[in-house]
């Protein structure tokens, strides 16, 4: 049953792409067009860099493919497995791949300005300072949660260090081999990643665990999350070609490869559903409307893919004709993740017997009930069932356990690691926008961006607050993360709006980004609320008081985009009349 749904599933993302995007991108987005592209017009061999759409598919894909697609759909598999799949496939063909498209093209057509600074143009001045802040606090938890979920996946999974961190030396010589020798990408990449299970059987022998030195967990977690924050700073402001574009492209072939192992491992073992289709919660638990439409985000819309669309590719981007394979494309590819690791939560956990998760210790005999017994263990675990049901996947096509699940470990640090010094390059040229709105030209260096980008983010990870759902003290990023779901929801939701407008005024039709934005918005602003409520009675007032703003910020946000939207229709019939 699992693997039949899985495969429907599949089909229906190649039936999407291959009509509703060509459908849309000709429609409304006139990807048909020619135009003189960003990456052409102002080529400066750093950001600006004309890019094989194999190559831009592989930075964009990885970029947005990080941990998140993966966390949230193993913590959504709580309600059962339906909700989960029906959100992932609907949400991705019809909200999420058309959003990150549209941010695509309209940045594109925009001389690769970003969709903040794109709301100047269609809202007001006032709502590009707006938007600038709302995204750089949403980019601090997400630079945050990162890098304490790969800080986390090192101590848990040692054996995944070695192969991480050789993969950074691998990238930079490719990146050299591909932009000065101007080799062609794919042997380079395909060496670079039989290197990479190289160095992952490796870590399986030799695991570089500080623990076993006698070095606290926590204090292993908090070593690794300086180090990974000095790596994406300097990441951040390497040019684009030497790290992060050679990186995401050896990754992309490592996602289709995990990918390929587990939707093989799956259509193999053939297991059964071990969850129920649907799932009612317990007393405490949280509702499935709005949560589930939140805590499964970049698995089938999310805000974060606009900024990279508009912050980074749209500038590397060689040919408008590209615009839907990277942009609509990567984001069914992102939806595959999210399908392989709700599998992995719903069918592939019944395959496995001994293990350890985080929030329960040591389990004799896995099983869905026992992983989800409550909704704070299914929070506490995370991405623990992808990685022991994904494993359990690949074991059944004959891989030993231990290398099953470091494969899969690998998996998810990769990803999350693009997404992580990505996000920091986007933050820094977010910076350096507010700088310009502000006209604060010290916020345009490099460093200054990079460091307003880094160091507020590090604090979170450093600081404990008290969580008001259990009372215990937990890493700042950790308590604020819930906020992270709603608010990146609701900057999908004002991105869409910002589209809207553009496309309108461009005389498109615009009712595929404006339903979508409406639905979006509904269950951002719902989630918000109940986390804002939950704070407030915890007696949490600092992260209420942030809550707060980013609710109004989003709230005023959308005035702004009211406002815009009836003056546009007020002068449309001023025109015709």
């Not at 009509?19 to 061999?45: C, H, L």
């Not at 995944?160 to 950074?168: C, D, G, H, S």
């Not at 405490?284 to 805590?295: K, M, N």
Request: proline letters at 5%.
């Amino acid at each position: 049953m699992a693997a039949l749904v899985t495969a429907v599933v599949l089909v229906c993302f190649g039936l999407g792409y291959r009509f509703y995007a060509r459908w849309v991108g000709r429609r409304v987005f006139g990807d048909d067009e020619p135009i003189e592209v960003p990456a052409v017009a102002q080529e400066d061999g750093r950001d600006f860099v004309p890019t094989d759409r194999h190559v831009l598919f592989g930075h964009h894909f990885t970029s947005i493919a990080g941990a998140a697609p993966i966390i949230g759909p193993c913590v959504a598999a709580y309600w059962g497995w339906l909700p989960a799949i029906l959100w992932v496939g609907l949400g991705t063909l019809f909200m999420g791949a058309v959003h990150d498209f549209g941010a695509l093209m309209a940045s594109v057509q925009n001389g690769g300005r970003s969709i903040a600074d794109l709301a100047a143009k269609v809202m007001s001045r006032r709502a590009r300072v707006l938007f600038l802040c709302f995204v750089i606090v949403v980019v601090w938890l997400v630079l945050a949660v990162f890098a304490m979920a790969i800080a986390g996946l090192f101590v848990a999974q040692p054996s995944a260090v070695l192969p991480i961190n050789i993969e950074i030396v691998v990238a930079i010589a490719m990146g050299w081999l591909l932009y000065k020798k101007k080799s062609k990408p794919l042997v380079p990449s395909l060496v670079a990643l039989v290197l990479l299970y190289v160095f992952v059987y490796l870590g399986t022998l030799w695991p570089l665990d500080a623990t076993a030195l006698g070095v606290s967990k926590a204090t292993a977690q908090r070593g690794w999350i300086v180090a990974l924050f000095a790596y994406s700073a300097i990441a951040s402001v390497l040019p684009v070609w030497l790290l992060l574009q050679p990186r995401d492209y050896i990754n992309a072939h490592q996602l289709f490869v995990g990918l390929a192992l587990l939707f093989g491992g799956l259509f193999v073992a053939h297991p059964s559903f071990d969850a129920p289709a649907w799932r009612l919660p317990e007393d405490g638990a949280p509702s499935i409307f709005p949560l589930l439409f939140v805590t499964v985000a970049c698995g089938a819309i999310s805000g974060f893919h606009g900024l990279v669309a508009s912050g980074t590719t749209s500038k590397q981007l060689r040919d408008v004709r590209d615009a839907r394979f990277v942009g609509y494309g990567s984001m069914v590819g992102e939806a595959s993740l999210a399908l392989a690791s709700t599998m992995a939560a719903v069918a592939g956990i019944g395959l496995v017997v001994a293990c350890d998760l985080p929030g329960q210790g040591h389990v004799a005999d896995l099983s869905w009930s026992v992983y989800y017994d409550s909704w704070a263990h299914a929070g506490a675990n995370k991405a623990s069932a992808f990685v022991l049901g994904g494993g359990a996947f690949l074991a059944s096509l004959g891989l030993a356990t231990t290398l099953a699940r470091t494969v899969m470990a690998v998996l998810v640090i990769s990803f999350a690691a693009t997404t992580l010094d990505t996000a920091t390059r986007i933050q820094r040229l977010i910076v350096a926008e507010l700088g310009e709105a502000l006209t604060l030209p010290v916020l345009t260096r490099p460093s200054v961006g990079t460091a307003v980008a880094v160091l507020p983010a590090l604090l979170l990870t450093l600081i404990d607050v008290a969580d008001p759902t259990t009372g215990q003290a937990r890493q700042a990023g950790w308590v604020l993360w819930p906020i992270f779901g709603a608010s990146n929801q609701l900057l999908a939701s004002l991105t869409l709006l910002v589209l809207a407008l553009y496309f309108a005024s461009k005389k498109r039709p615009v009712l595929p980004l404006l339903i979508p934005m409406v639905f979006v918005t509904t269950v951002a602003v719902l989630a918000l609320i109940t986390k804002l409520r939950q704070f407030i009675d915890g007696g949490s007032w600092a992260m209420a008081s942030l809550a707060a703003a980013m609710l109004a910020l989003a709230l005023w946000m959308l005035l702004e985009g009211g406002v815009a939207w009836r003056r546009a229709q007020v002068m449309s019939r001023d025109t015709q009349g």
